[in-house]
Protein backbone atom coordinates (compact mmCIF):
# COMPACT_ATOMS: atom_id res chain seq x y z
CA UNK A 1 0.00 0.00 0.00
CA UNK A 2 1.60 3.26 -1.15
CA UNK A 3 0.85 6.89 0.89
CA UNK A 4 2.09 9.86 -0.74
CA UNK A 5 4.80 12.02 1.04
CA UNK A 6 3.79 15.35 2.70
CA UNK A 7 6.57 17.36 1.46
CA UNK A 8 6.80 16.05 -2.32
CA UNK A 9 3.53 14.21 -2.89
CA UNK A 10 5.42 11.25 -4.55
CA UNK A 11 4.38 8.09 -4.14
CA UNK A 12 5.88 6.14 -1.02
CA UNK A 13 5.76 2.28 0.06
CA UNK A 14 4.28 2.02 3.46
CA UNK A 15 6.67 1.22 6.10
CA UNK A 16 9.31 2.81 4.35
CA UNK A 17 11.34 6.10 7.13
CA UNK A 18 12.36 7.85 4.40
CA UNK A 19 11.09 9.19 0.91
CA UNK A 20 12.92 7.54 -1.69
CA UNK A 21 12.90 10.94 -3.81
CA UNK A 22 13.00 13.88 -0.98
CA UNK A 23 14.51 11.60 1.42
CA UNK A 24 11.59 13.36 4.11
CA UNK A 25 11.38 11.57 7.16
CA UNK A 26 7.76 9.27 6.61
CA UNK A 27 7.18 8.77 10.61
CA UNK A 28 4.28 9.93 12.00
CA UNK A 29 3.57 10.71 15.68
CA UNK A 30 0.15 10.66 16.84
CA UNK A 31 -0.60 13.41 19.64
CA UNK A 32 -3.73 12.54 22.12
CA UNK A 33 -6.11 15.21 22.57
CA UNK A 34 -6.41 16.84 25.93
CA UNK A 35 -9.11 15.54 28.07
CA UNK A 36 -12.31 17.61 27.51
CA UNK A 37 -12.81 17.88 31.44
CA UNK A 38 -10.21 18.47 34.34
CA UNK A 39 -12.19 16.40 36.59
CA UNK A 40 -12.62 12.97 34.24
CA UNK A 41 -11.20 10.08 35.81
CA UNK A 42 -9.31 8.86 33.14
CA UNK A 43 -8.52 9.13 29.27
CA UNK A 44 -9.28 6.52 26.63
CA UNK A 45 -6.29 6.39 24.05
CA UNK A 46 -6.69 5.99 20.32
CA UNK A 47 -8.73 2.62 19.17
CA UNK A 48 -5.48 1.20 17.28
CA UNK A 49 -4.31 -1.08 20.74
CA UNK A 50 -2.59 1.85 22.83
CA UNK A 51 -2.25 2.14 26.15
CA UNK A 52 -4.96 4.14 28.39
CA UNK A 53 -3.66 6.77 30.18
CA UNK A 54 -5.33 7.44 34.30
CA UNK A 55 -6.02 10.72 35.06
CA UNK A 56 -6.34 11.59 38.79
CA UNK A 57 -8.87 14.00 39.63
CA UNK A 58 -8.04 17.08 41.82
CA UNK A 59 -9.54 16.59 45.43
CA UNK A 60 -11.74 19.44 45.96
CA UNK A 61 -11.00 19.72 49.67
CA UNK A 62 -7.37 19.65 49.80
CA UNK A 63 -6.10 20.03 53.08
CA UNK A 64 -2.19 20.90 52.14
CA UNK A 65 -1.00 23.85 51.43
CA UNK A 66 -0.33 24.94 47.84
CA UNK A 67 2.36 27.26 48.04
CA UNK A 68 4.79 28.14 50.58
CA UNK A 69 3.42 31.97 51.03
CA UNK A 70 0.14 30.36 52.19
CA UNK A 71 2.01 28.96 54.96
CA UNK A 72 4.49 31.19 55.96
CA UNK A 73 2.46 34.12 55.91
CA UNK A 74 -0.30 33.10 58.91
CA UNK A 75 2.69 31.33 60.67
CA UNK A 76 4.62 34.28 60.73
CA UNK A 77 1.71 36.29 61.93
CA UNK A 78 0.37 33.94 64.86
CA UNK A 79 4.02 33.89 66.02
CA UNK A 80 4.62 37.48 66.02
CA UNK A 81 1.13 37.83 68.39
CA UNK A 82 2.80 34.93 70.07
CA UNK A 83 6.17 36.85 70.76
CA UNK A 84 4.36 39.90 72.00
CA UNK A 85 2.35 38.36 74.80
CA UNK A 86 5.61 36.70 75.98
CA UNK A 87 7.04 39.94 75.96
CA UNK A 88 3.83 40.90 78.08
CA UNK A 89 4.74 38.37 80.65
CA UNK A 90 2.81 35.37 79.42
CA UNK A 91 3.90 31.68 80.31
CA UNK A 92 6.24 31.26 76.90
CA UNK A 93 4.83 27.58 76.04
CA UNK A 94 1.01 28.96 76.68
CA UNK A 95 1.86 31.56 74.39
CA UNK A 96 3.75 28.99 71.70
CA UNK A 97 0.61 26.89 71.89
CA UNK A 98 -1.25 30.16 71.24
CA UNK A 99 1.10 30.29 68.32
CA UNK A 100 -0.28 26.81 66.89
CA UNK A 101 -3.97 27.53 67.11
CA UNK A 102 -3.67 31.26 65.34
CA UNK A 103 -1.53 29.80 62.95
CA UNK A 104 -4.55 27.29 61.79
CA UNK A 105 -6.87 30.79 62.28
CA UNK A 106 -4.88 33.13 60.02
CA UNK A 107 -4.48 30.39 57.62
CA UNK A 108 -8.17 29.62 57.33
CA UNK A 109 -8.61 33.09 56.59
CA UNK A 110 -6.69 33.26 53.73
CA UNK A 111 -8.45 30.37 52.42
CA UNK A 112 -12.22 30.28 53.32
CA UNK A 113 -14.26 27.22 53.46
CA UNK A 114 -10.84 24.81 53.25
CA UNK A 115 -11.20 21.72 55.37
CA UNK A 116 -7.81 21.42 57.58
CA UNK A 117 -6.54 17.95 58.93
CA UNK A 118 -5.26 17.50 62.07
CA UNK A 119 -1.76 16.52 60.38
CA UNK A 120 -2.11 19.90 58.59
CA UNK A 121 -2.60 21.98 61.42
CA UNK A 122 0.00 20.11 63.26
CA UNK A 123 2.38 20.81 60.47
CA UNK A 124 1.03 24.60 60.79
CA UNK A 125 1.56 24.85 64.13
CA UNK A 126 5.03 23.45 64.68
CA UNK A 127 6.16 25.98 61.60
CA UNK A 128 4.50 28.66 63.73
CA UNK A 129 6.39 27.43 67.07
CA UNK A 130 9.77 27.20 65.46
CA UNK A 131 9.26 30.80 64.26
CA UNK A 132 8.05 31.35 67.95
CA UNK A 133 11.91 29.93 69.11
CA UNK A 134 13.51 31.58 66.57
CA UNK A 135 12.38 35.20 67.88
CA UNK A 136 12.80 34.17 71.30
CA UNK A 137 16.68 33.07 70.49
CA UNK A 138 17.35 36.32 68.55
CA UNK A 139 16.34 38.60 71.32
CA UNK A 140 17.93 36.30 73.95
CA UNK A 141 21.16 36.42 71.70
CA UNK A 142 20.90 40.26 71.55
CA UNK A 143 20.75 40.40 74.94
CA UNK A 144 23.67 38.47 76.06
CA UNK A 145 25.62 40.57 73.87
CA UNK A 146 25.29 43.52 75.95
CA UNK A 147 26.87 42.98 79.20
CA UNK A 148 24.72 45.27 81.28
CA UNK A 149 21.49 43.34 80.23
CA UNK A 150 23.05 40.46 80.14
CA UNK A 151 23.90 41.15 83.76
CA UNK A 152 20.76 42.33 84.63
CA UNK A 153 19.19 38.89 82.75
CA UNK A 154 21.15 36.53 84.93
CA UNK A 155 20.20 38.46 88.20
CA UNK A 156 17.08 38.11 87.54
CA UNK A 157 16.94 34.42 86.83
CA UNK A 158 18.76 33.50 90.10
CA UNK A 159 16.82 35.47 92.32
CA UNK A 160 13.40 34.04 90.37
CA UNK A 161 15.77 30.37 91.10
CA UNK A 162 15.71 31.46 94.92
CA UNK A 163 12.53 32.26 95.53
CA UNK A 164 11.62 28.93 94.04
CA UNK A 165 13.73 27.07 96.27
CA UNK A 166 12.89 29.13 99.32
CA UNK A 167 9.27 28.18 98.41
CA UNK A 168 9.91 24.74 97.63
CA UNK A 169 11.83 22.61 100.26
CA UNK A 170 11.83 19.70 98.11
CA UNK A 171 13.37 21.36 95.38
CA UNK A 172 16.60 22.18 97.69
CA UNK A 173 18.53 20.39 95.25
CA UNK A 174 18.14 22.72 92.55
CA UNK A 175 20.62 25.20 94.57
CA UNK A 176 23.90 23.60 93.18
CA UNK A 177 22.81 24.71 89.91
CA UNK A 178 21.65 28.14 90.99
CA UNK A 179 25.11 28.44 92.50
CA UNK A 180 26.33 27.52 88.77
CA UNK A 181 23.97 30.08 87.05
CA UNK A 182 26.01 33.18 88.82
CA UNK A 183 29.21 32.77 87.36
CA UNK A 184 29.40 33.62 83.27
CA UNK A 185 30.11 30.54 81.95
CA UNK A 186 27.94 28.60 83.95
CA UNK A 187 24.91 30.87 82.68
CA UNK A 188 26.06 30.78 78.86
CA UNK A 189 25.40 26.80 79.27
CA UNK A 190 22.54 27.11 81.13
CA UNK A 191 21.09 28.93 78.17
CA UNK A 192 22.45 26.84 75.44
CA UNK A 193 21.32 23.35 77.15
CA UNK A 194 17.50 25.92 77.91
CA UNK A 195 17.57 26.80 74.17
CA UNK A 196 17.92 23.39 72.96
CA UNK A 197 14.99 22.14 75.43
CA UNK A 198 12.59 25.42 74.15
CA UNK A 199 13.78 24.08 70.45
CA UNK A 200 11.92 20.36 71.23
CA UNK A 201 9.19 22.00 73.02
CA UNK A 202 8.35 24.43 70.36
CA UNK A 203 7.69 22.20 67.98
CA UNK A 204 5.23 20.19 70.23
CA UNK A 205 3.64 22.96 71.82
CA UNK A 206 3.14 24.27 68.95
CA UNK A 207 1.55 21.39 66.93
CA UNK A 208 -0.72 20.48 69.96
CA UNK A 209 -2.06 23.94 69.24
CA UNK A 210 -2.23 23.62 65.55
CA UNK A 211 -4.18 19.85 66.18
CA UNK A 212 -6.13 21.95 68.96
CA UNK A 213 -7.61 24.41 66.34
CA UNK A 214 -8.23 22.19 63.62
CA UNK A 215 -9.91 19.59 65.70
CA UNK A 216 -11.94 22.00 66.69
CA UNK A 217 -13.07 23.49 63.25
CA UNK A 218 -13.42 19.97 61.89
CA UNK A 219 -16.51 19.94 64.62
CA UNK A 220 -17.90 22.48 63.74
CA UNK A 221 -18.47 21.73 60.09
CA UNK A 222 -20.18 18.69 61.05
CA UNK A 223 -23.89 19.05 60.12
Known amino acids: MEQPCYQCGQSVEEGVPFCPHCSAPQIRVVVPEPAAS ?8 PSNGSIAVAVSSAASGTTIPARWSDTAKPCALAAAVAFLLMLARLNTLVAILGAGFLAVVFYRQRRPGIAIKSSTGARLGAISGLLCFALVASLTVLVVMVPELRAKLQEQIVQEGQNFVLSHPNYSWLQAGLDQLKTTDGFLESLAGGGVVLFVLSMVFGSLGG ?6 FARGRKP
Do not use: H, Q, S
Open 38 to 45: AAATGVAG
Open 211 to 216: ILAATI
